[in-house]
């Protein structure tokens, strides 16, 4: 378990273990005494091979499903980002979408509309806020559901995959929004294996490998120890095709 004196904790994760049934009925370890901490406020990127736990791991987080075994502690609510944008949104339009998840808490009326309005100017979708919601491009629908849970005052975002299907200018948008809610204190969580779109902006790196967490430290910590260990991990060294840190991001 990390560290952090006197800093304030964002996400405490104590020893979080979760098992499925695999096909031959026997069960399979899906998170392994899972552990780590991350400050309040920081970015903090979790990486690891397809079926490494992030999403399993980030559910239980978000308090969608519960650990068989460890505990979980959270400063705020935290608000998940799927990877699959179009599930999460609800609403005819981004306006009606984001008061919709604001009247689950109770908020209705003109102090809904205004919220939502706020929040949509925060992600740069006010101006298509009376739009048809499925007319939105992929990197739209994210900053959208994005705007949902700002709106909802939540102060930990995790992003599931938040790159997939986006191209050069959708990867930018969503890396800007990323860089604006960091310097702004909110904690955030991005879920990826694609490390060259967003490693310079984390100031954590953990790493997951068949649900035991197998690297937490800073990205510097992570590239030095180099490729073969990477390759064990089951992620691309991406110094082999970049220079140095300050080239792991798009933006
Ligand atoms: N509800 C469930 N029932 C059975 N198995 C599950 C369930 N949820 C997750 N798993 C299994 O747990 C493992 C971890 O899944 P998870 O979705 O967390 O991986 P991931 O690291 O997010 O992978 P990817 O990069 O493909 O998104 C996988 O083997 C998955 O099949
Ligand atoms: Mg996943």
């Known amino acids: 378990m990390a560290d952090f004196g006197k800093e304030a904790v964002a996400i405490e994760v104590h020893g979080v273990s979760k098992s499925f049934l695999n096909a031959e009925g026997g069960s399979f370890k899906a998170l392994d005494e899972v552990s780590f901490a991350i400050p309040k406020g920081s970015l903090c ?46 609403g005819e339009t981004p306006l009606e979408d ?14 809904a509309k205004d919220a939502a309005c706020e929040a949509l100017k925060k992600v740069g979708l006010y101006e298509k806020r009376n739009s048809p919601s499925h007319f939105l491009s992929g990197g739209e629908k994210r900053r959208l559901a ?6 909802l005052g ?57 649900g035991r967490l197998v690297f937490d430290g800073t990205p510097q ?11 064990d991990w089951g992620i691309r060294f991406p110094l082999s095709a970049y220079p140095s840190l300050d080239s792991l991001v798009w933006k």
Request: hydrophobic share 40%; proline share 1%; glycine share 12%.
């Open 45 to 90: 990127v979790v990486s690891g091979q397809n079926g490494s736990g992030k999403s399993l791991l980030m559910t239980i987080i978000a308090g969608l499903e519960k650990p068989a075994s460890g505990y979980i502690r959270t400063d705020s609510k935290v608000g998940l980002v799927f990877q699959d944008a179009d599930s999460q949104i609800l």
């Open 98 to 111: 984001v008061c919709f998840g604001l009247s689950n808490t109770g908020v209705r009326g003109s102090r």
């Open 146 to 151: 994005i705007a949902s849970i700002l709106a």
């Open 154 to 210: 939540f102060g930990t975002i995790i992003m599931d995959e938040p790159y997939s299907n986006l191209d050069y200018a959708g990867v930018k948008d969503v890396n800007k929004l990323v860089g604006e809610l960091s310097t702004s204190g909110v904690t955030l969580v991005i879920l990826s294996h694609e490390i060259e779109k967003c490693l310079a902006l984390a100031g954590r790196f953990i790493v997951l490998k068949k």
């Open 221 to 231: 910590e992570g590239l030095s120890l180099g490729g073969e260990t990477w390759e």
